[in-house]
């Protein structure tokens, strides 16, 4: 398959959606190692620092594979449903950490990085049942669809190869 095929695949969000939900939940375990002593290691769980957010995003990901199904409205919302459930329990989590925490610089940069797919979803939720042609018309832009498509996988692996080598720098 060309490049240009695969650009304009409608399963291209829906299996890169899977792929980043399935990473989210194969690195929600994670943990490192830090010294809290000389000579005394403890293992901090770090994978719910940066899971929710690989995880929030790969569901706005299925979102727009949603939107670009053959599905019929009712089909496409019985879908949606669900995954904007997930979206909310992330959004909810994000805004409990926030508040839980002080409001610290890291954790409202953290809620942001879950905020952000949340508009992604509704964005596209909105265009979906209200002007359904115009949203087609822009996923069908090649252009668009690879600017798309980068975004929504490279942003929370980014942050999380950040995140890590941070982490990793300061413990």
Excluded at 23 to 42: C, E, K, S, W, Y
Aim: glycine letters at 6%; a positive charge.
């Amino acid at each position: 398959m060309s490049e240009h095929h695969s650009a304009n695949s409608s399963r291209l969000f829906l299996y890169s959606g899977l792929f980043l939900v399935f990473l989210a939940l194969v690195t929600l375990p994670i943990r490192m190692m830090i010294q809290a002593q000389p000579g005394d290691f403890d293992y901090y769980g770090v994978g719910w620092l940066f899971a929710p957010v690989i995880g929030t995003w790969g569901l706005a990901s299925i979102v727009l594979g949603i939107m670009e199904s053959s599905l019929s409205r009712k089909e496409t919302l019985a879908c949606l449903l669900p995954v904007f459930t997930l979206i909310y329990v992330g959004l909810a989590f994000a805004s409990w950490m926030v508040m839980n925490n002080a409001m610290n610089w890291f954790w409202r940069l953290y809620f942001g990085f879950i905020f952000f797919p949340f508009l992604i979803g509704h964005t596209a939720a909105f265009f979906y049942f209200t002007k359904k042609e115009k949203l087609a018309r822009i996923l069908k832009n090649t252009q668009t669809r690879t600017y798309v498509f980068i975004a929504l996988v490279a942003v929370p692996l980014l942050y999380t190869v950040a995140f890590l080598y941070l982490f990793s720098l300061f413990t």
